[in-house]
C-alpha cells in the first residue's frame, strides 16, 4: 500500500459569493484552499493529503466534486502538483476562447 500524498484540485465558479461559499466548506473539510480571480467568475485550488487507494481516492473525489456542485462550480480535476500547471492553462485557455465567443469544442482548442 503506497502512502498517503497530496492532491491539488481546481475548481471555477461563475460568483465570487460561490466561491468564497465552497471554499469555506473545503476549508472546513480540512483542505488548504486558494482563491484566484479569473476574467469571469472565480477559481479555487484547494489541496490536501489523501489515502491512494482506489475505494478511498474515489470516496474522496465524489466529495469534494459535491461540495463544488452544491455552489454552482465546475470541477476542473485533481492531480499532484506537477499537473497543476498544465491543467489551469488549460482552464485559462477556455476561458479566453469562451470570451470571444467560441463555444463547446471550439473554445478548448
Known sequence: MRSPRAVDHAATFR???DAASAAARLSELGFDVTARKRLFGSALEFCH???????SAAAFTRAVVEVVEQHRG???GGGDSSSRRSR????????RGRAAGATGSEASR
Do not use: F, I, L
Open 15 to 17: 460568483s465570487k459569493s
Open 49 to 55: 493529503v489523501v489515502p491512494t487507494d482506489p475505494q
Open 74 to 76: 465546475t470541477y476542473d
Open 88 to 95: 489551469w492553462r488549460g482552464a485559462m485557455h477556455r476561458e
